[in-house]
């Protein structure tokens, strides 16, 4: 995703997942006011002015001013890209899956995204932290299946 946004002429300061309830993940941008877009597993790809966060704690943007972008949860990055560039945009939160899906094929999707163009790679999805932080969510998770 950051290689797609940098192929575009936007510039990446910094960028960080956090493996929890529900997964997100950051993006800062630079700027003379920093934006930040965010992805989490429910609602996808959007953007707004930054306003905290780091790896660890949930970023926060302004809200009034937050753009969806994408059409999926996990769209191409150079579809979520050219959306940003282009200041395309859902005119409300999408809801595509809930946190607690268990086996829908987006873990395999995760593994597979863009994970050989930033710092993270694919080492953050085979790390013992990715580990240890997901385990205990997805057990409980599919116990919760299993019990429905």
Same mark, same amino acid.
């Given at each position: 995703m950051a290689t797609a946004l940098v192929q575009q002429g936007v510039q990446v300061t910094d960028l960080w997942p956090d493996p929890c309830e529900p997964r997100d993940a950051t993006i800062k941008l630079a700027g003379p006011e920093p934006l930040a877009l965010v992805w989490d597993e429910v609602t996808g790809w959007r953007y707004a002015p930054y306003v905290t966060g780091h790896r660890g704690v949930r970023t926060k943007l302004v809200t009034s001013e937050i753009t969806y972008i994408g059409?999926?949860?996990?769209?191409?990055?150079?579809?979520?890209?050219? +959306?940003?560039?282009?200041?395309?945009?859902?005119?409300?939160? %999408?809801?595509? $899956?809930?946190?607690? !899906?268990?086996?829908?094929?987006?873990? +395999?999707?995760l593994r597979g995204y863009d994970t050989g163009?930033? %710092?993270?790679? $694919?080492?953050?999805? !085979?790390?013992?932290?990715?580990?240890?932080?997901?385990?205990?969510?997805?057990?409980?998770?599919?116990?919760?299946?299993?019990?429905?």
């Open positions: 059409d999926r949860v996990l769209p191409a990055p150079w579809a979520v890209a050219r +959306d940003f560039v282009t200041e395309a945009s859902r005119p409300a939160p %999408p809801s595509y $899956r809930s946190y607690l !899906d268990f086996a829908d094929g987006l873990d +395999d999707q163009s930033h %710092p993270y790679g $694919r080492e953050l999805y !085979d790390s013992l932290e990715y580990t240890r932080l997901i385990e205990p969510l997805l057990a409980r998770t599919h116990r919760t299946a299993l019990a429905a």
